[in-house]
């Protein structure tokens, strides 16, 4: 019964990792526009649906915010964010190992 769950919607059998979010401003960056540690599943960074979800539920995007595109350099996995209707969003969301 697990398994089907799992695999019907999308849960991961390996676990998840924890994350500290660093949200960076194109015009006017602070160091203090940070967050953490977040949980998120190890099967979200399969693609952008997926991770747009989970960070949507772990709070780090706000209701209706999609991920445009996301890479992964090194340990980090850097997101570039969207938001309907907002011209001043974030610019990136980076994600490191806590």
């Given at each position: 019964?697990?398994?089907?769950?799992?695999?019907?919607?999308?849960?991961?059998?390996?676990?998840?990792?924890?994350?500290?979010?660093?949200y960076?401003?194109?015009?006017?960056p602070?160091?203090?526009?940070?967050?953490?540690?977040?949980?998120?599943?190890?099967?979200?960074?399969?693609?952008?649906?997926?991770?747009?979800?989970?960070?949507?539920?772990a709070?780090?995007?706000?209701?209706?915010?999609?991920?445009?595109?996301?890479?992964?350099?090194?340990e980090?996995?850097?997101?570039f964010?969207?938001?309907?209707?907002?011209?001043?969003?974030?610019?990136?969301?980076i994600?490191?190992?806590a």
């Amino acid at each position: 019964m697990s398994r089907r769950l799992r695999r019907r919607y999308g849960r991961s059998s390996t676990g998840s990792a924890q994350y500290m979010v660093r949200y960076v401003h194109k015009i006017s960056p602070s160091d203090k526009d940070v967050m953490g540690p977040v949980t998120i599943r190890d099967g979200a960074f399969s693609n952008r649906k997926t991770l747009g979800a989970a960070l949507r539920g772990a709070g780090v995007l706000m209701a209706g915010a999609s991920v445009r595109n996301f890479r992964v350099e090194g340990e980090k996995v850097v997101i570039f964010p969207s938001a309907p209707g907002l011209t001043t969003y974030w610019h990136a969301i980076i994600l490191t190992p806590a």
